[in-house]
């Protein structure tokens, strides 16, 4: 297999083919968008600005196939558009300052094709994240990471979990807009007070993208989104990149 960004317009197809086989056919994602979405294709209006890695299975038998992805989504870039994705869902302004010198990175729209996920293929989109923020000296990433569903007790001891060991710092602190919070789409992560129940259950209860994330050193942000047009439960992830520099810089050959 093989790693690269998107070099032109068949990819980026290629790409948002990819997601919709996970995120609609696979996982149940429904558009609320007005205005109606290609068949069988994810696709936004951030999609031509943003770069994407993809993981390309070179042996496959239809030929050169897609089969991993992840969109990269500069400050610099966004800020000369329509700003970030996650916006749309956490307050940002607490990671305004938080990048320092360097850029702020926003990482999203992660998947991989069921036969695909491995270690190997993690390993490879991680390092192709690891030579762009090396090139475009970035200062921290952050995201959404999903939980399946939209139903917030079916996850509530996981997300109580991250609230208790694992909440960004204040002054690195997304959190979900107040107006979602009024509509019902915002939850708090503490659904349930520490030591009320099984941490180990609720351990293994996390996706494993954002267990992915924690063992990389991510915290994360306060509250939820609960996102029916996609069906799933968005919390907001934070990583400072000089945090985890030294466990990951040699894995990935950040300095390369």
């Not at 007070?193 to 924690?214: C, F, Q, T």
């Amino acid at each position: 297999m093989s790693l690269r960004l998107v070099q032109d317009e068949r990819e980026l197809t290629a790409v948002q083919r990819l997601r919709w086989q996970v995120f609609y056919a696979e996982r149940g994602a429904g558009s609320e968008a007005d205005a109606p979405r290609p068949e069988h294709l994810d696709a936004d209006v951030y999609d031509p600005l943003c770069d994407h890695l993809l993981v390309i299975d070179e042996d496959a038998l239809a030929g050169e196939q897609v089969v991993g992805t992840y969109r990269l989504l500069r400050e610099s870039v966004a800020r000369r558009s329509f700003g970030f994705y996650s916006a749309g869902e956490f307050d940002l302004q607490p990671l305004t300052h938080a990048g320092g010198s360097g850029e702020l990175l926003e990482l999203g729209r992660s998947c991989v094709l069921p036969p695909y996920r491995t270690s190997g293929t993690i390993s490879l989109l991680w390092r192709g994240i690891a030579d762009y923020i090396a090139r475009y000296e970035i200062s921290l990433m952050f995201g959404c990471a999903s939980f399946a569903g939209t139903d917030p007790e079916a996850h509530a001891a996981a997300l109580s979990y991250l609230h208790h060991h694992h909440l960004s710092p204040a002054e690195q602190r997304p959190a979900v807009l107040p107006g979602h919070i009024d509509e019902g789409r915002g939850i708090a992560l503490e659904r349930q007070p520490l030591g009320s129940y099984d941490e180990r259950r609720a351990l293994m209860g996390l996706p494993p993208l954002v267990k992915g994330y924690m063992r990389v050193g991510a915290k994360f942000g306060e509250g939820a989104y609960v996102d029916h047009a996609f069906n799933t439960i968005d919390v907001c992830v934070v990583m400072p990149v000089d945090l985890i520099a030294g466990r990951y810089a040699a894995r990935f050959s950040v300095a390369a």
